[in-house]
């Protein structure tokens, strides 16, 4: 995402700050105006562009454990955030890990949220909504056999809108680990974040409309197949797939929806990716190769660009910065490749995005890859 400047001094910030390190003044993210407000008093007034007046104050989850630097309507049902509001389960806070592993788990779902919110995709939470079909709720769960015995006995996963993620996740050296023993090129929060969202996107979006399933099916696959001997067979080795430029990664080849939900959190790493470029001005000089950029520059919005738009900026910026952390001796930023059938999925993801967004039909790209 974009850096968001101090209301008083106009320095960039960080999302997650707290106290400008400029002019020391105590900020708040409002996601109803989308910008950071004074919190002088602990609450605040900003106005809208018609000029009416919205009072707002610190998130519930910032004043009893000090998680949270986003606002809320003084006038809202809850006095939780439009990111917190989806919490069904925190963990318990007594163990001495617990907090602070909770406060990076809570900071990636932030980021996840100002994603979903500038995307424009629904977001119900399970209060909500009577049935609990289609809202979207978290479970964060402190796991203690996974440090003492280091057999997990809770997962990471996505069931029937309800995300679950264990805290040892919130945990380097043990993300880490896993992530070496599966041989994944990237496993962090936000991305797990981005990935299980996906599940629940696809529940939400594509599952029940039967011409929108029909046209997944057309690019991704039979769902229908076994899930759990699908990934049985992929754990195993013995599935049969191998990882090629059809995907953009090994674990999306194990099922269509792992598949589709790799692809989702995919996409969400490009907009971002290149929303944070464009909102600090970043360009390259011409890029040479079979590939030639003639000057790589963000000047579109990420969050409702035609994927071709996308790829264009994302082939010569991801270079540059794979030789950035290379210089740093820190693994690519950017560890994957942009196939012509890469593409094609995430345009799917990006026009399927746009449709619930009511955003309307985008312009045809990339209709050979899909």
Same mark, same amino acid.
């Given at each position: 995402?974009?850096?968001?400047?101090?209301?008083?001094?106009?320095?960039?910030?960080?999302?997650?700050?707290?106290?400008?390190?400029?002019?020391?003044?105590?900020?708040?993210?409002?996601?109803?105006?989308?910008?950071?407000?004074?919190?002088?008093? %602990?609450?605040?007034?900003?106005?809208?562009?018609?000029?009416?007046?919205?009072?707002?104050?610190?998130?519930?989850?910032?004043?009893?454990?000090?998680?949270?630097?986003?606002?809320?309507?003084?006038?809202?049902?809850?006095?939780?955030?439009?990111?917190?509001?989806?919490?069904?389960?925190?963990?318990?806070?007594?163990?001495?890990?617990?907090?602070?592993?909770?406060?990076?788990?809570?900071?990636?779902?932030?980021?996840?949220?100002?994603?979903?919110?500038?995307? +424009?995709?629904?977001?119900?939470?399970?209060?909500?909504?009577?049935?609990?079909?289609?809202?979207?709720?978290?479970?964060?769960?402190?796991?203690?056999?996974?440090?003492?015995?280091?057999?997990?006995?809770?997962?990471?996963?996505?069931? +029937?809108?309800?995300?679950?993620?264990?805290?040892?996740?919130?945990?380097?050296?043990?993300?880490?680990?896993?992530?070496?023993?599966?041989?994944?090129?990237?496993?962090?929060?936000? +991305?797990?974040?981005?990935?299980?969202?996906?599940?629940?996107?696809?529940?939400?979006?594509?599952?029940?409309?039967?011409?929108?399933?029909?046209?997944?099916?057309?690019?991704? %696959?039979?769902?229908?197949?076994?899930?759990?001997?699908?990934?049985?067979?992929?754990?195993?080795?013995?599935?049969?797939?191998?990882?090629?430029?059809?995907?953009?990664?090994?674990?999306?080849?194990?099922?269509?929806?792992?598949?589709?939900?790799?692809?989702?959190?995919?996409?969400?790493?490009?907009?971002?990716?290149?929303?944070?470029?464009?909102?600090?001005?970043?360009?390259?000089?011409?890029?040479?190769?079979?590939?030639?950029?003639? %000057?790589?520059?963000?000047?579109?919005?990420?969050?409702?660009?035609?994927?071709?738009?996308?790829?264009?900026?994302?082939?010569?910026?991801?270079?540059?910065?794979?030789?950035?952390?290379?210089?740093?001796?820190?693994?690519?930023?950017?560890?994957?490749?942009?196939?012509?059938?890469?593409?094609?999925?995430?345009?799917?993801?990006?026009?399927?995005?746009?449709?619930?967004?009511?955003?309307?039909?985008?312009?045809?790209?990339?209709?050979?890859?899909?």
């Amino acid at each position: 995402m974009a850096p968001y400047p101090c209301p008083n001094c106009q320095r960039l910030n960080h999302f997650e700050v707290r106290v400008c390190p400029s002019c020391a003044f105590t900020l708040g993210y409002d996601p109803a105006s989308d910008g950071f407000l004074f919190l002088g008093d %602990g609450a605040t007034t900003w106005r809208d562009g018609r000029g009416d007046a919205h009072d707002v104050a610190v998130c519930a989850n910032n004043n009893a454990h000090g998680v949270c630097n986003w606002l809320v309507a003084t006038n809202d049902a809850t006095p939780y955030c439009r990111a917190c509001r989806h919490n069904r389960t925190i963990p318990d806070l007594t163990a001495a890990t617990v907090p602070e592993r909770w406060g990076k788990i809570e900071a990636a779902k932030r980021r996840l949220f100002h994603t979903l919110i500038k995307l +424009g995709l629904p977001l119900e939470t399970k209060a909500e909504e009577v049935d609990n079909i289609q809202g979207l709720a978290f479970d964060f769960l402190y796991d203690p056999s996974a440090e003492e015995l280091g057999q997990a006995q809770v997962y990471t996963g996505h069931d +029937g809108g309800i995300i679950t993620l264990n805290l040892i996740e919130a945990d380097d050296a043990a993300r880490e680990q896993a992530r070496s023993a599966m041989g994944e090129p990237y496993r962090t929060l936000l +991305g797990h974040f981005r990935h299980e969202v996906g599940h629940h996107y696809w529940s939400r979006l594509v599952e029940t409309n039967p011409q929108e399933l029909a046209a997944f099916r057309a690019v991704f %696959g039979d769902e229908t197949i076994d899930y759990a001997q699908a990934l049985a067979d992929h754990y195993a080795g013995t599935g049969g797939k191998i990882w090629t430029d059809d995907y953009v990664s090994y674990y999306a080849t194990s099922h269509p929806w792992e598949d589709f939900a790799e692809t989702f959190a995919h996409y969400l790493h490009m907009v971002d990716t290149l929303a944070t470029i464009g909102g600090v001005d970043m360009r390259m000089a011409p890029f040479p190769g079979p590939e030639s950029n003639a %000057g790589a520059r963000v000047d579109f919005d990420p969050y409702t660009a035609p994927t071709d738009a996308l790829t264009a900026q994302m082939v010569p910026y991801s270079f540059a910065l794979n030789a950035v952390n290379r210089s740093m001796g820190q693994p690519d930023l950017y560890p994957f490749h942009l196939s012509p059938a890469i593409t094609g999925k995430i345009d799917y993801v990006n026009r399927l995005v746009a449709k619930a967004a009511g955003r309307g039909n985008m312009a045809d790209t990339h209709a050979d890859a899909a």
